[in-house]
Nanobody, 121 residues
Framework: QKQLVESGGGLVQAGGSLRLSCAAS????????MGWFRQAPGKEREFVAA????????YVSDSVKGRFTISRDNAKNTVYLQMNSLKPEDTAVYYC??????????????WGQGTQVTVSS
């Protein structure tokens, strides 16, 4: 059974950094497109970033461009979201997602349980 497990969320002051990790179980995830979404209270889910299985195609939303970086380590079946210069408006639950096909937005077939990121002003 395929599973995605996020970690790395927490409370950080504005201007700080966090790195989210998403560990995938199942050997075929190294061939999957991976991405990150977020959902703030009272708001719709937002597509944040995605990366194809090779890492040769990637997308980062305008709202985080220049501050967030998505990367992956296929040997570890893990995708990362490095978040720098965090702002209070980045506060949300962040979800890892995966799909066999890379698309923007990612039409994810698999989802993690989410990890809370809270940025204080």
């Amino acid at each position: 059974q395929k599973q995605l497990v996020e970690s790395g969320g927490g409370l950080v002051q504005a201007g700080g950094s966090l790195r989210l990790s998403c560990a995938a179980s199942g050997r075929t995830f190294s061939m999957y497109a991976m991405g990150w979404f977020r959902q703030a209270p009272g708001k719709e889910r937002e597509f944040v970033a995605a990366l194809n299985w090779r890492g040769s195609n990637q997308y980062v939303s305008d709202s985080v461009k220049g501050r967030f970086t998505i990367s992956r380590d296929n040997a570890k079946n893990t995708v990362y979201l490095q978040m720098n210069s965090l702002k209070p408006e980045d506060t949300a639950v962040y979800y890892c997602a995966a799909d066999p096909i890379y698309s923007t937005p990612l039409q994810a077939r698999y989802w993690g349980q989410g990890t809370q990121v809270t940025v204080s002003s």
